[in-house]
């Protein structure tokens, strides 16, 4: 039979609930495994692979999740076996209700992730990419991450308890409830009544008010700061660096990735009247962000910041012309040194000089990527920009 009864399960509310209960565990897994395989340059093919299998499963169950619901509510729901069982039965509907809110609030927090942050393991088709309304931004990235998980904790003790209940129905009451979802066996009593229905959904919006507003507020990670934060104005000699960013950005999987250093110092002496000067800038590599390959980025493969902590880069300053400067000189970096030129503007206003400028970089000079032969998974330029605001130091 297609549709249901009151004592039975349909073949289509079958095909739902085990299609979708298939792929949610499938993916609870999936999570689990991405959480705690170790960030390198060895594993990011393989985190690839898994979270785009990740994030294609979970949209799929969106998908049956918003027909499942467009069925359900054409259909009667099978009455409980044991209604005079009120906790039990008030219980296992609670339970439902849960797992109904769970197979939209996890593949939407998920997807709100993946639109937030930049980069990394794209969703395959058929399904889009970005959900409208997103913005880039890592903290709503991180945001909805936490609620992710702490949804994803939420699903699986409910299912762990609903399939203890499924069990004991199988095993110790030796009832129909596992037969009657399994091969659409008619049981039950016509005159039985579901649990108070505002009840068990009450308690399962509550589950999630608590679930979702404590990963929102108490369990929200600590902000770290934006990408490219203000830096602290430490040098002295020339001028003072006020504000800055220094920003990169790379093509990964065919999308341009960009992130930046929080931590970086720059002492730049310059004259005005010649155009010449000098700049040395020390960039704190531990402080990188780059979306969602951050972790990547700074592993052995690439920045390898566990060893090569600190870049610095040392030039000379030449006006080229008007407000055209640029700096010559060395960029040191994973322990190489490399000749390079930033082109930048130069513009003065009393004592204030705003700059900025921008480099193309190729990783393979500095020997990054080694594992990346070809420019498919992460392309070989890395564009390198700059901008601050200095003033005349007293
Ligand atoms: C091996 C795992 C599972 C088993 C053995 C199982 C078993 C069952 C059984 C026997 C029922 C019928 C209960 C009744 O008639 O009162 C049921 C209903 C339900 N299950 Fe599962 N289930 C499993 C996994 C899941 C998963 C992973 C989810 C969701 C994420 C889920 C969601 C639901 C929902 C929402 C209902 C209520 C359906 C309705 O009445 O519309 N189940 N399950
Ligand atoms: C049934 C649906 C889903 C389930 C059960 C699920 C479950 C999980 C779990 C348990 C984790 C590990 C926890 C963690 O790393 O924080 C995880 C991580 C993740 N999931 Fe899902 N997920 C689902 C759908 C999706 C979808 C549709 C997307 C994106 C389109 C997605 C994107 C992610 C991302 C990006 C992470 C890594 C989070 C991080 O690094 O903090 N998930 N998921």
Same mark, same amino acid.
């Given at each position: 039979m297609i549709r249901n009864t009151a004592a039975s399960y349909g073949r289509v509310a079958r095909f739902f609930h085990w299609s979708i209960a298939l792929l949610v565990l499938l993916d609870l897994g999936l999570g689990v495994a991405g959480k705690y395989t170790p960030r390198s340059g060895d594993t990011v093919g393989f985190l690839q692979l898994l979270y785009s299998t990740h994030k294609t499963i979970g949209v799929t169950v969106l998908a049956l999740a918003v027909l499942r619901v467009i069925w359900a509510v054409t259909q009667p729901r099978p009455l409980p076996l044991h209604p005079e069982r009120r906790l039990e039965t008030f219980a296992a509907e609670t339970a439902h209700w849960v797992l109904y809110a769970a197979i939209f /609030?996890?593949?939407?927090?998920?997807?709100?992730?993946?639109?937030?942050?930049?980069?990394?393991?794209?969703?395959?088709?058929?399904?889009?990419?970005?959900?409208?309304?997103?913005?880039?931004?890592?903290?709503?990235? &991180?945001?909805?991450?936490?609620?992710?998980?702490?949804?994803?904790?939420?699903?699986?003790?409910?299912?762990?308890?609903?399939?203890?209940?499924?069990?004991?129905?199988?095993?110790?009451?030796?009832?129909?409830?596992?037969?009657?979802?399994?091969?659409?066996?008619a049981a039950g009593d016509a005159k039985a009544a579901h649990a108070g229905k505002a009840a068990s959904t009450l308690a399962a919006m509550g589950v999630w008010a608590i679930a979702i507003g404590g990963a929102l507020t108490v369990f929200a990670p #600590?902000? &770290?700061?934006?990408?490219?934060?203000?830096?602290?104005? %430490?040098?002295? #000699?020339?001028?003072?660096? %006020?504000?800055?960013?220094?920003?990169?950005?790379?093509? %990964?999987?065919?999308?341009?990735?960009?992130?930046?250093?929080?931590?970086?110092?720059?002492?730049? &002496?310059?004259?005005?009247?010649?155009?010449?000067?000098?700049?040395?800038?020390?960039?704190?590599?531990?402080? /990188?962000?780059?979306?969602?390959?951050? &972790?990547?980025?700074?592993?052995?493969?690439?920045?390898?910041?566990?060893?090569?902590?600190? #870049?610095?880069?040392?030039?000379?300053?030449?006006?080229?012309?008007?407000?055209?400067?640029?700096?010559?000189?060395?960029?040191?970096?994973?322990?190489?040194?490399?000749?390079?030129?930033?082109?930048?503007?130069?513009? /003065? #206003?009393?004592?204030?000089?705003?700059?900025s400028g921008s480099t193309a970089l190729d990783r393979r000079d500095f020997g990054m990527g080694a594992g990346y032969p070809d420019e498919s998974t992460v392309g070989f330029s890395v564009t390198a920009l700059i901008e601050l605001v200095a003033t005349k130091a007293e």
């Open positions: /609030l996890l593949p939407l927090s998920g997807w709100v992730i993946h639109s937030a942050e930049v980069g990394f393991a794209p969703i395959w088709w058929p399904f889009a990419q970005d959900l409208p309304f997103i913005p880039k931004s890592e903290r709503l990235a &991180e945001l909805a991450a936490n609620v992710h998980w702490i949804a994803g904790i939420v699903l699986a003790a409910t299912v762990a308890a609903h399939i203890g209940g499924a069990l004991k129905h199988a095993l110790i009451d030796r009832d129909s409830t596992l037969a009657r979802m399994w091969n659409g066996r #600590a902000h &770290e700061g934006e990408i490219a934060a203000r830096q602290p104005a %430490q040098s002295t #000699a020339g001028w003072v660096v %006020q504000e800055g960013r220094l920003a990169i950005s790379v093509t %990964q999987m065919g999308a341009e990735v960009t992130g930046g250093f929080a931590n970086w110092d720059a002492r730049i &002496e310059y004259d005005p009247d010649s155009g010449a000067g000098t700049v040395r800038a020390v960039i704190d590599t531990t402080s /990188l962000k780059l979306g969602s390959v951050t &972790e990547q980025a700074k592993g052995p493969e690439f920045f390898d910041v566990a060893t090569h902590d600190k #870049a610095v880069f040392e030039g000379d300053i030449r006006r080229v012309g008007g407000s055209n400067h640029s700096a010559a000189g060395a960029l040191t970096l994973v322990g190489q040194t490399v000749p390079v030129t930033l082109d930048f503007d130069l513009d /003065l #206003a009393d004592d204030r000089a705003t700059v």
